[in-house]
């Protein structure tokens, strides 16, 4: 069995070891009749199209940008910031075998039965977050009234932010997908043709604490999914240096993914597949790893210029509120 570890000590490009990891998964899934494998090539060849086609990301940025620009006219007293980003490699890799483990668990413990090979196959058309933008809201106080609450008003306007993206990105060749999020007696800010759209997880936070509206869209003009986040500074703060941030967000993932207390070895090839994959990439010491344009000292300490950990960004737009800079290009 080949894993992404194989590749990742050799001093080659992110692409170049995609193309590599990819191409033996694919020779190898036809040589033993693996159609998991070969899902898992396919789902390679999709971050390959991100990184090697830059022209229609330029197109879907300006067309982000495009709200961006809306946002400074119609909220000048707020500061924000629009970020960008394509999944790195690590983490999709990690995303794609723990989407497996945690399919054929909870089928297991549910049927007493495995799944079969289509019913795994159809649970990992599930990746539309590979591309995804964020929009954190900041309100600064010199903006707040004596009275009111800082926290109160950035909601409001974080709501109203929501409310009015769907319409606006669909102008722009955006359609917005339906959410799989049901939640009863709902009492959040999003509207009721909007509410179907989003997971709102300020409503109804994580475990972890963590906040934020998830949307995800369908461009239709370069035909990819994209999910746009939004956040207040609180939020996004505690889900980046704080009890949410990353580190701890995949310390949790590791106890969830790598369950094994009902699945003897052996029993499910493609359960023990993907058990090794995520295991060794957990178990990675990045200071040993060579790839270029990538380095660690250790696993805190990284300087990721080709998103193997980090994840490669696209674009970075800041608007500072009105008192502070009163030119808006």
């Known amino acids: 069995m080949i894993s992404?570890?194989?590749?990742?000590?050799?001093?080659?490009?992110?692409?170049?070891?995609?193309?590599?990891?990819s191409a033996d998964l694919k020779a190898e899934a036809i040589k033993t009749k693996n159609p998991i494998d070969l899902a898992h090539s396919n789902f390679l060849m999709q971050i390959i199209e991100l990184?090697?086609?830059?022209?229609f990301l330029s197109s879907q940025s300006q067309r982000i940008k495009d709200f961006y620009l809306f946002m400074t006219q119609k909220y000048p007293y707020l500061a924000f910031t629009f970020k960008g980003r394509i999944k790195s490699l690590i983490r999709s890799e990690e995303k794609f075998?723990?989407?497996?483990?945690?399919?054929?668990?909870?089928?297991y413990k549910a049927n007493g039965r495995y799944p079969s090979d289509t019913e795994i196959k159809n649970s990992l058309n599930c990746f539309r977050d590979l591309?995804?933008?964020?929009?954190?809201?900041?309100?600064?106080?010199?903006?707040?009234?004596e009275g009111e609450s800082r926290e109160e008003?950035?909601?409001?306007?974080?709501?109203?932010?929501a409310n009015t993206m769907p319409d606006f990105l669909e102008e722009k060749g955006f359609s917005p997908r339906l959410s799989e999020e049901t939640i009863e007696d709902y009492n959040g800010g999003l509207t009721e043709n909007n509410r179907p759209y989003y997971r709102d997880y300020v409503q109804n936070p994580r475990l972890s604490g963590y906040k934020s509206l998830h949307i995800t869209f369908y461009d239709n003009l370069t035909r990819c999914y994209t999910e746009l986040q939004l956040r207040t500074k609180d939020m996004d703060d505690y889900a980046e240096i704080g009890d949410a941030n990353h580190f701890g967000y995949e310390k949790s993932q590791e106890i969830n993914r790598t369950r094994r207390d009902i699945i003897k070895s052996g029993e499910c090839q493609y359960f023990d597949e993907a058990y090794e994959r995520?295991?060794?990439?957990?178990?990675?010491?990045?200071?040993?790893?060579?790839?270029?344009?990538?380095?660690?000292?250790?696993?805190?300490?990284?300087?990721?210029?080709c998103g193997l950990f980090r994840g490669r960004q696209i674009l970075p737009f800041e608007h500072l509120s009105r008192f502070q800079n009163d030119l808006i290009l």
């Open 4 to 21: 992404l570890n194989d590749y990742l000590y050799s001093g080659n490009t992110v692409l170049k070891i995609l193309l590599q990891y």
């Open 51 to 55: 990184l090697e086609h830059s022209d």
């Open 97 to 107: 075998n723990g989407y497996i483990l945690e399919y054929i668990y909870d089928y």
């Open 131 to 145: 591309i995804a933008y964020r929009i954190v809201i900041s309100l600064p106080q010199c903006h707040v009234l």
């Open 153 to 161: 008003q950035e909601l409001k306007f974080l709501y109203e932010i």
């Open 278 to 305: 995520l295991v060794k990439l957990q178990e990675l010491d990045l200071s040993k790893v060579d790839v270029n344009m990538f380095k660690a000292y250790n696993n805190q300490l990284i300087n990721d210029g």
